[in-house]
């Protein structure tokens, strides 16, 4: 596995075991960032930074299987990308989703498909026969999170056939 991928697996579950919770509004609250729900007419999600203060905003109508992969993949920023957001002055809007322009659109999918798509649930529908529609329709998420997962878990040495997915899929 990348070292980067590596470190993204790591700060997710670490996150996740000292908050003892992979619920994203449990998390935002736990690290002090304010989620503020906007009437976005395209976009799902955007994280910023202003003066020092940490924001997700975030659709308002989303159905809640995609609010919480969005605020997932925000947190991601947060915990990934917060210095490139400060950099910007504080008005770093990300593109959301899209990992064929961005290396940080998909570090944040890396984080969001960790913290919502444990390994050993993820492992326990694979050893069952389940494929990714299959496993996406169990653990109500999307199917190219999913994929996205397992070529996370393919990475870190389990052998089995890499799944394909959209590389604009939350877009």
Same mark, same amino acid.
């Given at each position: 596995?990348?070292?980067?991928?590596?470190?993204?697996?790591? $700060?997710?579950?670490?996150?996740?075991?000292?908050?003892?919770?992979?619920?994203?509004?449990?998390?935002?609250?736990?690290?002090?960032?304010?989620?503020?729900?906007?009437?976005?007419?395209?976009?799902?999600?955007?994280?910023?930074?202003? %003066?020092?203060?940490?924001?997700?905003?975030? $659709?308002?109508?989303?159905?809640?299987? %995609? =609010?919480?992969?969005? %605020?997932?993949?925000? @947190?991601?920023?947060?915990?990934?990308?917060? =210095? *490139?957001?400060? $950099?910007?002055?504080?008005?770093?809007?990300?593109?959301?989703?899209?990992?064929?322009?961005?290396?940080?659109?998909? *570090?944040?999918?890396?984080?969001?498909?960790?913290?919502?798509?444990?390994?050993? *649930?993820?492992?326990?529908? @694979?050893?069952?026969?389940?494929? @990714?529609?299959?496993?996406?329709?169990? %653990?109500?998420?999307?199917?190219?999170?999913?994929?996205?997962?397992?070529?996370?878990?393919?990475?870190?040495?389990?052998?089995?056939?890499?799944? *394909?997915?959209?590389?604009?899929?939350?877009?």
């Amino acid at each position: 596995m990348d070292i980067q991928t590596l470190e993204i697996v790591r $700060k997710a579950n670490r996150l996740t075991n000292e908050l003892g919770t992979n619920d994203p509004h449990k998390i935002a609250r736990e690290l002090g960032i304010e989620v503020i729900p906007l009437s976005f007419k395209k976009q799902r999600g955007a994280y910023k930074v202003l %003066m020092r203060n940490r924001f997700i905003f975030i $659709k308002d109508d989303l159905h809640p299987v %995609m =609010e919480r992969i969005v %605020m997932l993949h925000e @947190i991601g920023h947060d915990a990934l990308h917060r =210095e *490139e957001a400060v $950099k910007a002055g504080g008005f770093k809007e990300f593109n959301i989703f899209d990992m064929r322009q961005s290396r940080m659109e998909y *570090e944040a999918n890396i984080f969001a498909s960790q913290i919502s798509l444990p390994d050993d *649930e993820i492992l326990e529908y @694979i050893e069952n026969g389940y494929d @990714i529609q299959q496993i996406a329709r169990a %653990m109500h998420s999307d199917i190219n999170l999913v994929a996205l997962k397992t070529d996370t878990l393919i990475a870190q040495g389990y052998r089995f056939r890499h799944q *394909e997915y959209r590389n604009q899929f939350l877009k």
